[in-house]
């Protein structure tokens, strides 16, 4: 789990207490169908719903299981009674959800594994002794910076499904940070650029987040990221 949302489940309790399902219909196909984002309100509770499914996406629920948990919202919310001991049930989420992240991890680092082999057969593409994958963009003309060194770039950061998780191309403006500050992917591989240049580089989940993971990066995750090197300035 990711996010403390203890403060605000009170609040999306009483948001769904307005949602009913028809007999024979399952939550999530009714809510699809009949619930259109135009107003402000509307969209901004659909990012509430973003925001909660966050929190459980990498335990990899099926439909299925996100009906059930929508049932059991919806069911709280309309006052009606338990379908299950929820004393008993209840105590069982921390081990389900631990269960369900450990067998999503598991496969993530598979999927990785070979995502990572694959890339490292295109053409031009450079697997370092650490396992990383480097393929370069467009040459640079200047210095290549050296891991105490302070770096301004461009970056763009997605999984290898392309979902993006994090873009400064996106934001319109590049960022500044130590190379020492950062995870070994980036440590390493922004080293082998040139300033002015460009290059992919492909992060094995051992040298970006791991099994753990972070806030919109499942564990196990390969990454990869297309870095433009602007500037280099020496660390004070």
Known sequence: ???????????????????????????????????????????????????????????????DEISAVFLGLSD?????????????????????????????????????????????QTEGAIRTESGMVIQEIEAGTGARPAADDTVTVHYHGTLPNGRVFDSSVERGEPATFPLSGVIPCWTEGVQTIQAGGKSRLICPPDL????????GIPGNSALVFEVELVEISQEQ
């Open 76 to 120: 709280r919310a309309l006052g009606r009674e338990p379908r299950v001991d929820m004393e008993q049930y209840g105590s069982l989420l921390p081990l389900f959800m631990q269960r369900r992240l450990l067998v999503a991890a598991e496969a993530a680092l598979v999927e990785a594994t070979g995502f990572v082999d694959e890339q490292a």
């Open 208 to 215: 970006a987040y791991g099994p753990g993971g972070v806030p």
């Open 1 to 63: 789990m990711r996010l403390n949302l203890c403060w605000m489940l009170p609040l999306l309790l009483c948001l769904v207490g307005s949602c009913t399902t028809e007999p024979g219909v399952s939550p999530t196909q009714s809510t699809d169908a009949g619930t259109q984002l135009e107003t402000e309100d509307q969209k901004t509770l659909y990012a509430l719903g973003q925001w909660l499914g966050q929190n459980v996406e990498d335990a990899a629920l099926s439909e």
